[in-house]
């Protein structure tokens, strides 16, 4: 129930008030301006219904304590028996939410204190909706920045720049559809990993940052960055598939406050340095300005090494990538081809057809008949480039598979690879 203080130095306009609106909301009750300041502190109310006229502190020094006071905007209303225009343009001036005359009408008291509610309600929601990033639910660029820079100008902590691995694959592969989901989902994770008082924001397709107060020690870093990988494989792989093939993860800078300074334009430079450390080394991890120590990204042994290396999880279909990738494997298999007597072999299949869903069905039946030691890729519409060590096993498959849809179908196979 919303709180309402009334303020009055008469004991039976302090009465009235609260038989009026009490079975609406909470009413709370002072009788001068002083014990109006100590009751506000306590109880934080969301309306001040206060006489204008009181001696000691009058509703203009109170006004002006209280919103200073407060963290929001608090609506106040003025209630006076003066009738002069003067003191109702003063009232105005100085921020007052609404004027009600004495002696208190029910009626218009309580459709007056509605309205403001509703008012400020529509505000309120209009300044969240200036400063939420719509798809994720955290803070836009601007509100993220401008608020991190003020925590950094007060507060001890971390400033972290984040940014997703290999994201871009997402949208090629499955849809910038599926890569929203993607984004929405880390955005979750991350809010999972503050603590009161900490913030963050989105501040760019797939780059976020974020500032954790009161910490001082890498191990506390290194496990959200090591949770945030961890977990947003987990949920990738529900919302693409277990056999999703993409290396995505996050990687992440981070820079400490104040020891590296408390101007948020070079902390954020120097959370960015870190971050590119983190992507040079590997990705997946987390590095911080000015500390040779890395977690995720350096190697000691072959096997670390290996593990960096390798595909997370252990898929069994093909090696689907972008043409870019595809064409670093074929340029590296043509070199040891010609060095080794590789049996690799390279072909190109076309399928032309007008229907998109016949299209999605002869992607689906390659990659249901390609094996975990091929690699394709989709080049244009119509074509799919092929790297296999069972061209001709392929050839008889896909032609039997195909026959059934409504598109022609033509494969190349190179002479020579």
Do not use: W
Request: net charge negative; proline share 2%.
């Amino acid at each position: 129930m919303r709180k309402i203080l009334v303020v009055d130095d008469e004991k039976i306009m302090l009465r009235i008030a609260t038989k009026i609106l009490s079975k609406e909301y909470e009413i709370l009750c002072a009788s001068s301006g002083t014990e109006a300041v100590e009751v506000f502190r306590r109880e934080q109310p969301d309306m001040v219904l206060s006489d204008l006229l009181m001696p000691g502190m009058d509703g203009y020094e109170l006004h002006r304590i209280l919103q200073e006071q407060s963290a929001g905007a608090v609506p106040i209303i003025f209630m006076t028996a003066d009738d002069s225009d003067a003191s109702e343009s003063r009232g105005f001036e100085i921020g007052a939410a609404d004027y009600i005359r004495k002696p208190l009408k029910p009626d218009v008291l309580i459709r007056r204190v509605k309205n403001i509610f509703d008012r400020f309600e529509q505000i309120h929601g209009l300044k969240e909706a200036a400063t939420v990033d719509q798809m994720t639910g955290l803070l836009n660029k601007t509100a993220a920045e401008l608020t991190i820079s003020k925590l950094c100008e007060t507060n001890d902590g971390v400033l972290l720049e984040l940014d997703l691995d290999s994201f871009k694959l997402v949208n090629d592969l499955y849809g910038h559809a599926m890569g929203d989901k993607i984004l929405i989902e880390f955005a979750k994770l991350i809010k999972e990993q503050l603590n009161a008082g900490d913030v963050a924001g989105r501040t760019g397709g797939d780059e976020f940052i974020a500032f954790c107060c009161k910490v001082h020690d890498e191990r506390t870093i290194f496990k959200k960055a090591r949770l945030l990988n961890g977990r947003l494989l987990k949920a990738a792989r529900e919302l693409l598939g277990a056999d999703m093939k993409i290396s995505l993860g996050v990687s992440v800078g981070a820079v400490y406050v104040p020891d590296e300074g408390r101007d948020f334009a070079p902390l954020k430079e120097k959370a960015d340095k870190a971050l590119y450390k983190v992507k040079h080394f590997g990705k997946h991890g987390c590095a911080f300005y000015g500390v040779e120590n890395f977690d995720g990204v350096t190697t000691k042994n072959i096997l670390q090494t290996q593990m960096l290396l390798s595909e997370r999880g252990s898929e069994s279909k093909a090696y689907i990538v972008n043409f870019d990738r595809f064409k670093t494997v074929y340029q590296f298999l043509s070199r040891q081809n010609e060095t080794c007597s590789g049996s690799m072999k390279f072909l190109q299949c076309t399928f032309e057809t007008e229907d998109d869903d016949e299209r999605e069905k002869f992607l689906a039946l390659l990659t249901a008949i390609l094996n975990r030691g091929d690699c394709m890729t989709q080049y244009g519409r119509e074509q799919f480039l092929i790297l296999t060590a069972n061209a001709y096993s392929f050839q008889t498959k896909i032609q039997t598979a195909s026959e059934k849809l409504s598109g022609e179908l033509t494969i190349e196979l190179a002479e020579k690879f």
